[in-house]
């Protein structure tokens, strides 16, 4: 452990006595909550388990951040008020886990973008292919890598220290205060502490408790680094659990994606195209149940359930072009069997699949990708709403992919100050949480888009405060 | 071409996985026109090389850079295929044989590589700089060859003036071949590039898209979007300023020679021109803005970071001495050194004009043509 100085250089020891905070995570959360923090004390340090160039955990695959504003501003279309965000979050999964911080979250979020401007943020246009976020969501330029920067930037300025390559193993806690991080390196004191961590998606040990064998077929679409270290060491000084254990959110990406922080350019956009059939060359689920945005969420979780967690998606020479081309390339071939052949499938099974899917296309719908077209299928399980067309025109294309896993609810539960409550009721005198090792207080299931960021900056904010307060309190 | 196809399977695996990201779209022009393309040819990526103005936002921005195993850095890659192209687009596809010489003729010590017939190759500056002290040499020889012959060689040491030492019509001669030269093919280059990245000739619809080009280029609009993230990725304008200093410098220099030019042969007021006078106002200023920005870009260059380089100094130590120069044949003017100094700085005319179709010279003229064919393409596209 070498806590950098100021400058940042990654060299230097800390030096002096303990921390007023310790910010364990660099990711948006713990940025945001040392930011916070420095505006009411001095001694600020965040703790960030990756090495320099790869700081900032899943905030690196994150472009935009969901938000309650009065009026369009050059970055957003129209207004988002308080109770269409809440809304929102209500139809989400199973609702807030906790309405009370639910409320609180989407209150305070009215005042995050002017927050994150003023510490250097810079704003974009929603992206092509976004224009369902454009009203509620704020892109900021560049993406999160941009973001973690700016913040760093911003902390640098401030004389925050960021000590790089740094696993907090476990907290030392004497009653209900932490004393200390123990890290390989040694100990880091501190006055009072925020979790900043992330979940434990990257941890496949933990992930099998729940999902036995299949977890070995996720692919973790985000940081290898969180595997939940911390919330564990917190779980066994006895903090309480909010969220879901179950609760992830996961979408098709490309099998050949990386086992871990292959991000956004892996996941695919063809299902809604085409058919999707598991390792049996059967079809599942209807790929054309609504629009894309809304669906492309649950793909992981219907894909995790399949046998051996496979899937494969696909199309034929008419869908060519309608999305954007998946980064790896499609498998290809003249017949279905062929194709099916190329994809390590049944060809029989694929061919009969197919054979049975075209003959359930109604005849003389019109194709309409921008919409809820009358394309759809009669007399057959499952069916497909929308989008259905005969698989007829060769060349065919396919794609396996696997669930990606990009976050897991289950953290620990807090207080509206954001600091960490014990499993009996009563909370630790000075660790505090935010992102997404609490955000199963704000969302138990479901997903969002954007509102991951925005769990992350108004909670980063609270603790941060906080922390500074109670290490000049006590 | 194996390396040729190499460059460009790694351009698109690049390209392909921006196109699936897109975070990146709002830093330039790269990435919209990107996502205009669903099939990306070598003539697009080329267009997208040249569009590229080397920023770095987006690779400063890039989660998948290195150490990330996908390797994403558009800036390194698309200064690979730049160069690349302006190499390409100067040469002729194969040297026809009767301008090959004889065997008995060729030299059996390798031969520079600018010298070697035609290869898409990327130029680093360590190509050819023996070559090109040779040229210099010869160059410099020839012109006092031709000094001594038509002035007489004691002439190197009067100060009376550039046609004491060389006589105008000889200097005229000088510097108008190579110029002529270049032109011819920068002018195929032009034509070529055009036909690869756009196609079709712009008509009258396309002309307020070309005047918009003039203004983005003129004013280096994509430098300035996200400020360029080095050295060490804070964005910073430094090197817009800079670029703008040469820029300007340059086209005061330019504007300078043709004042002197119009002084002479419609005023007929020959050189030397009195220190307030167009010329030397205007070409002082010029020179000023070519050394001090050739040599901040210059420091610039060394502090950024290595990852995403594509590092060539010739183009700014080439314009740094055609600056400075022409900074001395004016301070010196009055002294004995004026004849060697004029020499030097002919010479440097004479050889920065003639390989200026090889060299990054000609970015300015590329970087146009793909502002020009964006702007129109943007325009069609709504």
Known sequence: MAPAAPAGTGASPPGGGPWDVVVIGGGNAGLVAALSARRHTRRVLVVERAQQPMRGGNTRHTRNIRCVHDRADGFTTGPYPFGELWRD??????????????????????????????????????LAGTLHLGRTNHFFLGGGKALVNTYHRAAARMGIAVSYATTVDDLMMDGDRCTGLVTPGGVIRGRA????????????????????????NYLIRGSRDNDGRVLAALYTHGAGRAGEERGFHAVAIDARSPRFDGGIATRLDSIPFGIVVNSTGRRFYDEGEEIWPKRYAIWGANIARQPGQIAYSIWDAKAAGLFLPPMYGPAQAGSVSGLAGALGIDGRAVAATVAGFNAAVRPGGTFDPARLDDCATTGITPPKSHWARPIDTPPYYGIAMRPGITFTYLGVAVTPQARVLRADGTAFANVFAAGEIMSGNILSTGYLA??????????????????ARHAHDG | MPMMDEMFTEAQRQLNICNACRFCEGYCAVFPALERRVVLGAGDITQLANL??????????????????????PPEILSRVRLASYDGYARAGHRPGWLRAPAWLRPSWPRPSWLRPAQFRAPTWSRGHGALAVAAVGVAAALLLLAGLTAG????????????????????????????WSAAVMLRGVARYWRDAHGPLPGPADWPALGGALVHAARLRY??????????????????????AVFWGFAACTAATVAAAFMQDVLGIGPPYPLLSVPVVSGTAGGLGIIIGCAGLTVLKRRSDPEPRAADYG????LGLLALTGMLTLLLRATPAYGLVLVAHLTTIVICFAVAPYTRFVHGVYRFLAIAADSIEARHAG
């Open chain 1, 450 to 467: 954007g509102f991951g960021l925005t769990i992350g900056t108004v909670w980063g904010r609270i603790a941060g405060v906080e922390a």
């Open chain 1, 89 to 126: 979050l209500c139809g989400v999964g199973t609702g807030p886990g906790d309405e009370k911080l639910a409320e609180l979250t989407v209150r305070e979020s009215g005042a995050v973008p002017a927050w994150m401007g003023g510490h250097g943020v810079r704003w974009q246009r929603p």
């Open chain 2, 52 to 73: 590229c103005h080397d920023c770095r936002a987006c690779f400063h921005a890039c989660m998948y850079a290195p150490p990330h195993e996908f390797a994403v850095n």
């Open chain 2, 153 to 180: 060689i004691s002439a190197l040491w009067s100060h009376r003036g550039p046609y004491q030492v060389i006589s105008y019509p000889a200097l005229l001669v000088t510097v108008l071949l190579p110029c002529a």
């Open chain 2, 315 to 318: 183009l700014l130590a080439g």
């Open chain 2, 223 to 244: 430098l300035r979007g996200s400020e360029c993230s080095y050295p060490g990725g804070n964005p910073s304008a430094a090197r817009r300023r800079l670029h703008a």
């Open chain 1, 193 to 216: 502490f925020v979790a900043a961590s992330g979940g434990f998606e990257a941890n496949i040990g933990w992930l099998r408790r729940y999902w036995g064998d299949a977890a070995d």
